[in-house]
């Protein structure tokens, strides 16, 4: 018996892009992420700047989550080692489960590209009310390695052996 591909399965896909100076007018890596997902066949089920701030990033994301028509959050900004950069810290505040994979594939990748300097990346993911979110750096670099070397991938329900969609339906279990 020979399986069958599942059929493309679109993710309502939420940007967050975290800064204390961008705008909607000159947030390129914001635009990479909605460009490269759109591209893929997912929707943009909604776009925010939120300034550096832990607490109004864990609102925002807690929103998100809180929406029904939010599968998976992506932000970008915010993952260095400074002091106002605070979005794993919000990341942490929010998730019931962290991917610790996700960070360490995402620096694996970047070493590829920036060597050591990875090293200041706290790229993350995790998943709070069923929703994933997904914490990239704030480049448009670090954006299109995060998408075109993990997410499209694992956004999408016919990468095998596995994916993040065909779990989807499951991240909710412990509810139940």
Not at 139 to 159: F, N, P, Y
């Amino acid at each position: 018996m020979t399986a069958t591909t599942p059929e493309f399965l679109p993710v309502n896909i939420a940007v967050l892009t975290v800064s204390d100076t961008r705008t909607l007018e000159d947030d390129r890596s914001g635009d990479t992420l909605v460009e490269r997902l759109t591209q893929a066949g997912h929707k943009l089920a909604d776009r925010a700047i939120i300034k550096d701030d832990a607490s109004l990033i864990a609102d925002q994301f807690r929103k998100w989550c809180d929406d029904p028509e939010v599968d998976c959050i992506i932000s970008t900004g915010g993952t260095g080692v400074t002091g106002r950069d605070v979005t794993p810290e919000a990341l942490d505040a929010v998730a019931e489960k962290i991917i610790p994979g996700f960070g360490e594939m995402f620096r694996w990748i970047s070493y590829q590209k920036i060597k050591s300097s990875t090293i200041q990346s706290r790229a993350s993911a995790g998943v709070a009310n069923g929703t994933y979110i997904f914490v990239l750096p704030g480049s448009t670099g670090a954006c299109k390695d995060g998408w075109d070397e993990i997410l499209v991938h694992q956004l999408d329900i016919r990468h095998k052996p596995c994916n993040f969609v065909e779990l989807m339906p499951r991240l909710k279990e412990h509810l139940a």
